[in-house]
């Protein structure tokens, strides 16, 4: 098993800046793709931004530009630097990441999330 802490979430006013970090723990073998996902209220959950071990990252047209996501695959952490932050970016943030736990099968990735963290941004 694995587990996945987050942490960062604040309250900022419009135009601020922070920094979510989300860190794997348990028996890891390998993980894959580490990403961070969204949920306002009354909404879906949404992709944010992921990157794969290799280093490729995509992200959400509503947040290109803004944020970025970073990796520290020693450290098994997966980082989120959002800046001018809007509104519209208030939710609670998800990390998700495809872990392997089972070094006798090394081909299966299990989903794993984040209990999550609250970020408010004030107009």
Not at 5 to 18: K, R
Request: charged share 20%; hydrophobic share 30%; net charge positive.
């Amino acid at each position: 098993q694995a587990q996945l802490v987050e942490s960062g979430g604040d309250l900022v006013q419009a135009g601020g800046s922070l920094r979510l970090s989300c860190a794997a723990s348990g028996s890891i073998f390998s993980i894959n793709t580490m990403g961070w996902y969204r949920q306002a209220p009354g909404k879906q959950r949404e992709l944010v931004s992921r990157r794969t071990r290799g280093g490729s990252t995509n992200y959400a047209d509503s947040v290109k530009g803004r944020f970025t996501i970073s990796r520290d695959n020693a450290k098994n952490t997966v980082y989120l630097q959002m800046n001018s932050l809007k509104p519209e970016d208030t939710a609670v943030y998800y990390c998700n990441a495809e872990i392997a736990t089972n070094p006798s099968d090394t081909e299966t990735y299990l989903n794993y999330w984040g209990q999550g963290t609250q970020v408010t941004v004030s107009s």
